[in-house]
Structure formats: structure tokens, C-alpha cells
């Protein structure tokens, strides 16, 4: 008991100190507290944490700078009205004609030499493979899911 309310006394003098001031440790360990009160935060992933933040941070610095130096903006609601207008009338005309769809990819595949075929043959490779890693993690199993 005593240790529990150590550790929130430690989380209300981290909350009470400056968002300014604060450290990514300090918040990580705040948030550690708060949500996983009886379970130790190792040191290892104290300073991950840390290091995550600061990077975040420095990329969203970056990003930020970019944003201003390109002139970037979101696009308007007339630009996104007329993108996704344009798509539908698309994407239903290929409903009417399939044929005139497979005529546009057939044409479209013309234009592409042996070398950038298997280039994209390998991307699609890529892709495939490291969805697939991703699934067998998730699922933490080659094939299937494990029974429960």
C-alpha cells in the first residue's frame, strides 16, 4: 500500500510540473503509473520511450518546416468534391463496360519494357511478403490461428 502511494505521489509531482519542463521519462513514467499502477516499468523501455518521443518530435519539427517551405494546404472542399466526382463517373462507366476497363489496362501494359515488368513483379513480391510477416506475427502462428 505504502508503495502504491508513493508511486502516486510521484505521478501527481510529475503532473503538477510544467508541460514545458517536463521530460519524456518523467511523462512516460506518469502515464506508466496511471494506467499499470502494480507493474514495474523497466528502465530499457523508460528510455525507448524517450527516444520515441524526441524523434517524433523532431520529425514533426521537420515536417512542419516543409509544410511552410513548400506552400503546402489541404485541399478545398470544391477540389475534393470535384477528385471524388470525377472517380465515381469512373468507376461507373467501367460498370457499364467492362471491356473498355480491360482495354485501358491492356494499353496502358504496352507502354511497360521486360526490365520494368519484373521490376514490379519483384515490388509485388515485396509487398506480398511483408504482409504476410505481418500476419504471422499477428497472429503468432505460420498457418492459422492458434487454439484457444
Known amino acids: 500500500m505504502f508503495a502504491r502511494q508513493s508511486i502516486r505521489a510521484a505521478a501527481a509531482a510529475a503532473r503538477a510540473q510544467p508541460v514545458a519542463r517536463r521530460s519524456a521519462s518523467s511523462l512516460a513514467q506518469t502515464i506508466a503509473c496511471r494506467y499499470f499502477p502494480t507493474f514495474p516499468v523497466p528502465s530499457s523501455a523508460l528510455a525507448f520511450s524517450e527516444k520515441s518521443v524526441y524523434y517524433t518530435k523532431v520529425a514533426l519539427e521537420l515536417s512542419k518546416s516543409v509544410y511552410v517551405k513548400e506552400g503546402l494546404a489541404p485541399p478545398t472542399a470544391a477540389e475534393v468534391t470535384k477528385v471524388y466526382e470525377c472517380a465515381l463517373k469512373q468507376a ?49 502462428n505460420v498457418v492459422g490461428y492458434a487454439e484457444h
Not at 93 to 103: G, Q, Y
Not at 105 to 134: H, M, P, T, W
Open 92 to 140: 461507373n462507366s467501367f460498370a457499364k463496360d467492362p471491356k473498355a476497363f480491360a482495354d485501358l489496362v491492356a494499353k496502358n501494359a504496352q507502354g511497360f519494357s521486360k526490365d520494368e515488368i519484373l521490376r514490379y513483379i519483384c515490388y509485388f513480391i515485396q509487398v506480398v511478403g511483408f504482409f504476410s510477416l505481418g500476419e504471422i506475427i499477428g497472429r503468432r
